[in-house]
């Protein structure tokens, strides 16, 4: 009986601590917001937690797209909001009209932002327009943002969005059937 | 006799495109809402207050309307008297647009609008006003337009009214608006590099009246002054409440002239310049040049456009403020 019980705790320990280890190792900055609607384009409030916790195209094995700043990102005093229905956005990926994601809150700087774009999604060319808006004392220092098209959360390419001189960045993200792994199962390593 | 009776039968087959032909272009204009693009004199009138809400109204509807203005270039806001001409333009308006926060001294717009029966929109609703005390009482500052993150709001203002008026133009309207907010975008950026070169303990702005609260504000002018205008006369050149020039103001402003190092003072192209000329003579500064303010420029000048208006107040600000201080 002693046995059993000393094997279960050594296990519980085992575990614990492992756990532990990987808990410790998480870096601070990929807390990650996850957005509900992952296929159908819909902008849904942002919710806050672990990556691996809720998206929803991780289930269906589908892609996503994440976008990451390496400024803090805020609401845009420039936007055009003329119906009162949409509320500026701090941090946008369209696809054409599609809203792919929309985050009209804060994000901290380096903070990955992820949306799922659906298992079958990868079957042509696509091109994604993303702006991010920093604080208006930022003008004039350098950002980035980072698009990177990931599949079952594995990267497969990226891109990365530079400001030039404002407080904006905004640019267009291309990915071919080929980089999305659609039309030969292989995934490119970079986009270029 | 077959043949004839044939042509008979087929000819109004042959007429009727004809005397349709007319008809077309009338039934197709009726489907496009009262405000699509025809004949100059049958385009819908906006009918604005000030020159700064003309131009935003401009920059919105492009072709569509005819914009009017009831304030000339350098006509002053706060005192403004209507004329009759005022009342004609205002009855042939489909939509009236003014400032608001009571930059319109005494309501006049508001008065004529409504003696009129027309719509009018307030294009600084929204704008997180600045409160000025006088006297136990609270003033909101009218002089919004001067930080460029606000001018976006009248411009959603403007775009939010004109769709109302004309719903089918409003892919057209926001299409231009949503250009014109990344101008205002870079227009703030390249202020903010601009005025960076000015160190800030000499970013000292001085001018006649208190309208440029929103613009230290924003690039942290008169930090002494809790970032407000530094003014002889009040937020206004008529006599509202907290308006107009006291003693008392005249000689906290020559004061602070003096005590912050203010390079320079600054007149404005809307107000009487004798008073700050006087000023800068007590306080042994110069005048660094004249400021565009309650109103812009004279068509084909600079500062005709908000845009212009501003880059040449900063082209002013900086010319005066960096070699004033170093001509001291």
């Known amino acids: ?192 | 006799m077959t043949r004839r009776f044939l042509a008979f039968l087929f000819l109004p087959l042959l007429i009727l495109p004809i005397l349709l032909l007319p008809l077309l272009p009338v039934s197709d204009a009726s489907a496009q809402g009262p405000a699509a693009p025809r004949e100059s004199s049958k385009k819908p009138v906006v009918v604005c207050s000030t020159t700064q809400v003309a131009d935003f109204a401009r920059q919105v509807v492009g072709g569509r309307w005819t914009v009017k203005c009831i304030l000339a270039p350098g006509a002053d806001p706060h005192t403004y008297t209507p004329t009759p001409g005022d009342g004609e333009m205002v009855r042939s308006a489909d939509l009236c647009l003014e400032n608001g926060l009571h930059l319109e001294g005494n309501d006049w717009m508001g008065k004529i609008v409504h003696d009129a029966g027309k719509p009018l929109a307030v294009c600084a609703e929204g704008v997180p006003a600045l409160q000025m005390a006088f006297g136990g009482e609270k003033i909101l500052d009218p002089h919004a337009w001067f930080s460029p993150r606000n001018a976006a709001i009248y411009v959603n203002n403007v775009v939010k009214a004109i769709s109302r008026a004309d719903p089918s133009g409003r892919g057209e309207y926001e299409a231009r608006a949503r250009l014109y907010l990344q101008m205002l975008r870079t227009l703030d950026a390249w202020i903010r590099e601009q005025v960076n070169r000015i160190p800030p303990d000499r970013r000292v702005l001085v001018t006649s009246h208190d309208a440029f609260n929103y613009f230290c504000h924003e690039y942290k002018f008169n930090p002494t002054n809790g970032f407000m205008s530094l003014a002889p006369v009040g937020w206004s050149t008529g006599s509202e409440v907290g308006a107009g020039m006291t003693p008392e103001r005249r000689a906290e402003v020559t004061e602070s002239i003096r005590r912050f190092g203010a390079a320079a003072v600054f007149v404005e192209t809307s107000v009487n310049p004798k008073l700050i000329r006087e000023i800068a003579q007590e306080a042994g500064v110069r005048v660094g040049g004249a400021l565009y303010s309650d109103s812009m420029g004279e068509a084909g000048s600079a500062g005709e456009t908000y845009i212009g208006m501003m880059r040449e107040n900063i082209v002013t600000i900086m010319e005066g403020l960096l070699s004033g201080g170093d001509a001291k």
Not at chain 1, 6 to 17: C, F, K, M, T
Not at chain 1, 64 to 86: R, Y
């Open chain 1, 1 to 192: 009986m002693m046995r059993i019980v000393s094997v279960l705790l050594l296990w519980v320990i085992a575990l614990g601590s492992l756990h532990a280890y990987m808990k410790s190792i998480e870096p601070p900055l990929s807390r990650t917001v996850a957005l509900s609607g992952a296929t159908g384009g819909a902008v849904a409030p942002a919710q806050e937690g672990a990556a691996e916790s809720s998206p929803e195209y991780a289930a269906a094995g589908g892609y996503s797209i994440e976008a990451t700043a390496t400024c803090e990102v805020e609401p845009d005093p420039f936007a055009l909001a003329t119906d009162g229905s949409e509320a500026p956005a701090a941090l946008r990926v369209q696809e054409g009209d599609r809203k792919i994601l929309t985050i009209t809150g804060g994000v901290e700087p380096g903070a990955p932002v992820l949306a799922g774009l659906g298992p079958d999604w990868g079957d042509r060319e696509r091109e994604f327009f993303a702006e991010a808006n920093m604080p208006l004392d930022f003008a004039g220092r350098s950002c980035a943002l980072r698009l990177r098209l990931l599949r079952d959360s594995a990267p497969l390419t990226e891109e990365t969005l530079w400001t030039d001189g404002g407080n904006r960045i905004a640019g267009t993200f291309r990915v071919s059937p080929v980089e999305a792994g659609a039309e030969t199962g292989e995934r490119a390593p970079r986009h270029e």
